[in-house]
Structures are given as structure tokens and as C-alpha cells.
């Protein structure tokens, strides 16, 4: 099961890769769309640090963190950082329009760690309520694009988290500065892509020193 869990891991690490050499290949080429090009996230595979710094801060263990996810049309995107996320979780929502795409990995998280994953459609109102006590989860992960921000989101003392709406952006060395509702946090990095081998880095992250076929 681990070997099955790091070849997805694997599989998702290098298509979101591809997609961001891609994205700076047209750049040098043609004129591409700058909100499209903004919101291609590329500390997305650092989540699982960047999350677990977040919550240290915040004084929240990660034996009781539970998010909520709220997918975009990049479903990819969600399902990656889901996979990323989900060792030592024992609750997971995730709020989208396409339930049959996560319906896999729900089973198989189940079935691997016994992580109960929640799905749920999308069917928001235009400004949707996350503040109250009866939706289980802390921490809200928007996975939504700029162009689709259909709605509000009120989250009262829950963390809320724009993973493509707001850039997170270098702070200096290696520091990353993650939007967290209204504010940023500052958070702890590591070497970029084009400081690494591509394969290498996912190499050691999904397979550790297991031999890969």
C-alpha cells in the first residue's frame, strides 16, 4: 500500500511539474493569460510543512487537524495536496462539484488509514457560512481559481487558507508567505525546483531509499 500511495504521489508530482515548465515555456513564446499565470501555486507540493508550521503556530495539533476543501476545477490540484495531507488525519471534508472524482481515494484512504473522507457538492450560496461549530473541520483550503470566486466565504475563527486566490510568495531566503484569511504567515521553505533535480526531490520525498522499478 505505501508503494501504491507513492507511485500516485509520484504520478501527481510530475504532471504538476510539467504543468509549471509548460506554463514558463509559453511564457517565453507567447503572451498567456497573467491570472492563469499567477495562479499556478508552486510551493503546492510543500503543503504537508507548510500547513504543519501553520498550525504550530496557531497551537493546533495535527492529531486534530481537520480540513475542509474546497475544489476548484483543478481537481488535480485537490486530490494531490489531499494525498499530501493525509497520513496521521482522522477527518477530511471535501466540497465539490465532481463527488466521482475523489470517490477512489476516499475508499482507498479508508481502507489504507482509516480516514474517514466526507464529500459533499458544491452547492454553495453566494456567500457561504463556514464560521459555525456544527461544520466539522478548523481549517478551510480553497482550492478555487481567481476566475472562479463564486462566492464569500465567512470563516469566523477558522484558519482559512487561498491556495490559488492569493500568491504565496517568497520572504526572503527560503521563507514563504502563505495568506491565512486577512493576514500572512510566515513559514519555512525548501530548495526550489530549479535549485533540485526534478525527479530526485520526489524521488527521496515518495520513495524514500526504496528502489524504484
Known sequence: MRRQRANRLAVYAKRWIYRILMRKKKQEHINVDLEEEESLNPYLFQIREIIEQILEKRNISYEVFSPVMIDGKDSEATLMAAELLAEDLNHLTILTDQPAYFENYADNMYEERG????????????TADFSSDELQGNVILDFEKPKENSFRIKF????????????????????????????TVIVKGKKTEKEMSYFDKFERAFYGNEIIE
Request: aromatic share 12%; proline share 12%.
Open 115 to 126: 480516514l474517514l473522507v466526507e464529500i459533499f457538492p458544491k452547492n454553495l450560496p453566494k
Open 156 to 183: 469566523g475563527k477558522k484558519l482559512y487558507i487561498p491556495v490559488f486566490k492569493k500568491a504565496w510568495e517568497p520572504a526572503g531566503n527560503l521563507d514563504i508567505a502563505v495568506p491565512i484569511g486577512y493576514n
